[in-house]
């Protein structure tokens, strides 16, 4: 939970031949201490919620494509390790849903869909801040003197770095190692504590991959 609270002290110091110092309009030091001491606060980066989309497939591979066996693996030189498993699972959910036989294993024949997923930081992590910061001012009014203290307690935990995450998908025939069909979705999302190992996400960049795979755009290939 995000708590911030400034916290301003005023400390009037009156001279002796004068009266006990007042604000000036009503408000000590005006518009002057109001910009120093408050301010508009802190507004951190957000994720953007568009998620890019861009996908082919060769001109006569629509009859072959969505049907049949398919197995899942990870694309040449894809991170194989920790960050894959849940994009693997999600590809796997989509290309059920389109026809294709998913409880497949060895096959010779059929189809490979070969993922690959990579990250970028678009906005860094947060430095951690001072949990107690203040300024001081000091003036003369047509009062007196005055002293201003403001101390801002702030004790709100840094932003999570921004991710964009990216989802490479190639379909190719088992038998020829022909592309059918290639895609890929990217979308931004803050890194949570479980690092970028996100079921959400790559349900997400699935989702949005997939919804293209009939529609799209149409390429000759040499073979």
Do not use: C
Request: hydrophobic fraction near 45%; charged fraction near 20%; aromatic fraction near 4%.
């Amino acid at each position: 939970m995000n708590l911030k609270l400034p916290i301003v002290a005023l400390i009037a110091l009156s001279l002796p031949a004068a009266a006990v110092a007042q604000p000036i309009g009503g408000r000590w030091g005006g518009n002057q201490m109001d910009q120093r001491f408050g301010g508009p606060s802190r507004q951190s980066a957000q994720p953007s919620k568009k998620i890019d989309v861009t996908a082919f497939q060769s001109a006569d591979a629509a009859p072959l494509l969505g049907k049949g066996p398919i197995t899942v693996a990870a694309a040449n030189g894809a991170e194989v390790e920790w960050k894959l498993p849940v994009y693997e699972a999600a590809v796997v959910d989509q290309l059920a849903k389109l026809g294709y036989d998913t409880a497949v294993s060895g096959a010779e024949n059929g189809q490979v869909a070969q993922i690959g997923i990579t990250h970028a930081i678009v906005v860094p992590e947060e430095q951690k801040r001072k949990p107690v910061s203040g300024a001081m001012e000091v003036g003369v009014s047509n009062r007196g003197n005055y002293q201003a203290m403001a101390l801002n307690i702030d004790l709100s935990k840094p932003r999570k770095a921004i991710i964009a995450t990216r989802l490479d998908v190639r379909i190719r025939d088992k038998v020829t190692d022909r592309v059918l069909w290639e895609g890929h979705a990217e979308a931004q999302s803050r890194e949570d504590d479980d690092g970028l190992d996100n079921g959400a996400v790559a349900a997400k960049l699935a989702t949005a991959l997939f919804a293209r795979f009939a529609d799209a755009q149409v390429v000759q290939t040499g073979g």
